[in-house]
Nanobody
Framework: QVQLVESGGGSVQAGGSLRLTCGASGHPFMPFAMAWFRHSPGRDREFVASISWTGDTDYADAVKGRFTISRVNANYTSYLQMNSMKPEDTAVYYC????????????????WGQGTQVTVSS
């Protein structure tokens, strides 16, 4: 069983930065895709960014140019660097992993973390 644990959430002012970390444990399968999603009140969980085992990335239009996803395969960790943050980035951010190719679908990932709160104030 794979467990994902997010860390690094918190509160920041608009224009600021945060870095989220996702660690995978419990004998992760290899290769596997990793992704970040977010969920804010009144909205469905939405795709933020994904990264393949070989480092190919994909971003939602809302975060392109501001967020950067990366990973270190040796320690089964993914990162989401968030810069130039906006109040609309406020959400619970979830890490996800799956042995299939990266995609933008919530249903496209088997394993999920518990989420970490990110709050951006204006």
């Amino acid at each position: 069983q794979v467990q994902l644990v997010e860390s690094g959430g918190g509160s920041v002012q608009a224009g600021g930065s945060l870095r989220l970390t996702c660690g995978a444990s419990g004998h992760p399968f290899m290769p596997f895709a990793m992704a970040w999603f977010r969920h804010s009140p009144g909205r469905d969980r939405e795709f933020v960014a994904s990264i393949s085992w070989t480092g190919d990335t994909d971003y939602a239009d809302a975060v392109k140019g501001r967020f950067t996803i990366s990973r270190v395969n040796a320690n089964y960790t993914s990162y989401l660097q968030m810069n130039s943050m906006k109040p609309e980035d406020t959400a619970v951010y979830y890490c996800a992993a799956d042995p299939r190719s990266p995609n933008r679908r919530v249903g496209g990932y088997i394993y999920w973390g518990q989420g970490t709160q990110v709050t951006v104030s204006s």
